[in-house]
């Protein structure tokens, strides 16, 4: 791709519209050939390595192991979900409502991606897009361009293999700029934006329909019942994942005072190491510059972490790091997200304690986006479903590989996940296939459904009179 000219929006724009009408009579198993080659162009197994590879080495950011997994596992996902669905032609049919559904595409879709998914986010923002015979115009991170890039080239190829147009995927050349971002998402039909609340608010005042998802910083509660070596190795796994870049990463452990001290040694047995009070108090101090995340400590390995810190005892093997907390708010930073190693814990007294501490951080930061539980009590999960102002709670499930959808719970595979208005975000739910269609009803008549006046306002003249 070249770089920016005063053209250059316009010219992708331009290109991506060709593409879609040179598409626009694909059948389903066409668009599907499409989707499935898109998935390939990353799911191949050495196609996933390298560009995991070239990722952590150009972004400083996560583990090559976790992208790999990543790379793989929601484009497998993703796929499974999209080959199961319907996205053209007609897609449901009512006939006791005379109804019938017609998907038809968005058009031309922005989509801003994320320097911690460079190659994930643009392949499953793809898929979803063209599964609904949509085209698509990454706007990468700037510091992720070269492996965002070679992902859209791979991507491209594949699509090439099988006949449909490459530019049904393209993406804006380098250095990404503000200005340019901001340019495409004017432009296009719609923007889809996962990144930087910066972007996400740039996204909804772009003048075209916007899907912006919210800020991550997941509390996870430990209920008294709670299986804790189960839990404590679900955690582990969930927090050490590509080194906590995930939205989805446990970010606060709450764990119930009558177990609290068994928790904590659960959770040190799984790979965590407890910070003395001057440790946490340097964590801190360091993971902290100037109000702001020290992108030289944020997503690295443990050990780097370890040294870095200044950690003593069994630190320099441990896994992850926990520091305990009682405060919450901006003079508590580590009541926010850390993108990085360190998880906070927090001693509630009971699970009324719990539920409060989980919603005072979820006010802090991340409010809408999702909360966890630990528990063979599901009332206490089912009474943070009804009070909780959030979208997702989890049960028992390791937060990082259930929270953007798993092969053992019902929620889409993505990884975009929308807050509800509650975080300024137009979707409640994990951005999926139906937020790239636009929906045509053909209505036809049914027999007369109009019930008499005393049916509907019959109850309220007799509690209050006409």
């Not at 080495?57 to 583990?63: D, V």
């Not at 929308?418 to 053909?442: E, P, R, V």
């Amino acid at each position: 791709m070249t770089n920016m000219t005063p053209g250059t929006i316009a010219g992708l724009i331009s290109r991506a519209k060709a593409a879609m009408k040179d598409f626009s009579g694909a059948s389903q198993q066409q668009l599907d050939e499409a989707v499935t080659a898109l998935a390939w162009s990353l799911y191949k197994p050495e196609t996933a390595k390298s560009l995991a590879e070239q990722a952590v080495e150009i972004t400083g950011l996560g583990n090559v192991d976790s992208k790999i997994t990543k790379n793989q596992r929601k484009t497998f996902g993703t796929l499974r979900d999209l080959l199961r669905v319907k996205s053209t032609g007609i897609i449901e049919e009512i006939p006791e409502k005379g109804l019938v559904k017609y998907a038809k595409p968005v058009g031309v879709v922005a989509a801003v991606t994320p320097s911690t998914n460079p190659s994930a986010t643009p392949v499953n923002k793809a898929m979803m897009a063209v599964k609904g015979g949509n085209a698509i115009i990454i706007a990468p991170s700037p510091l992720a361009w070269p492996v965002t890039n070679a992902t859209v080239e791979a991507m491209r190829a594949e699509l090439k293999k099988v006949g449909a147009p490459e530019d049904l995927v393209q993406i804006l050349p380098d250095p990404v700029t503000r200005e340019a971002t901001n340019e495409l998402m004017g432009a296009a039909d719609l923007v889809v934006v996962t990144g930087s609340q910066n972007n996400v608010r740039n996204a909804y005042s772009s003048g075209k329909p916007a899907i912006g998802v919210g800020a991550g910083n997941v509390p996870v509660i430990i209920d008294a019942s709670a299986d804790l070596d189960d839990a404590a190795e679900k955690i582990c796994a969930s927090k050490t994942f590509d080194n906590s870049t995930s939205c989805s990463s446990e970010n606060s452990v709450i764990i119930l005072n009558e177990i609290y001290d068994d928790a904590i040694a659960a959770l040190t047995r799984a790979g965590g190491y407890l910070a003395t009070n001057e440790e946490g108090k340097r964590i801190v101090d360091m993971l902290w510059q100037e109000g702001k995340l020290n992108r030289n400590i944020i997503a690295k390995d443990a050990p780097v972490l370890a040294e870095t810190f200044q950690l003593s005892g069994d630190a320099g093997s441990a896994k992850f790091f926990m520091v305990e907390e009682t405060g919450i708010g901006p003079d508590h930073p580590l009541s926010d997200e850390k993108l990085s190693l360190v998880l906070t814990v927090y001693r509630a007294k009971d699970f009324a304690d719990a539920k409060r501490i989980g919603t005072e951080i979820l006010d802090h930061v991340g409010k809408g986006h999702s909360i966890g539980i630990h528990t063979e009590d599901m009332d206490h999960a089912r009474e943070l479903a009804e009070d909780l102002e959030t979208v997702r709670v989890l049960v028992n499930q390791a937060h990082t590989f259930g929270n953007g959808g798993g092969f053992n719970n019902g929620l889409p595979f993505t990884l975009s996940m929308g807050c509800g208005t509650w975080q300024g975000n137009s979707i409640s739910d994990n951005l999926n296939y139906t937020c790239f269609l636009n929906i045509t009803h053909l209505v036809t008549t049914i027999p007369e459904d109009m019930p008499a006046e005393e049916d509907l306002f019959g109850p309220h003249w007799e509690k209050y009179g006409k």
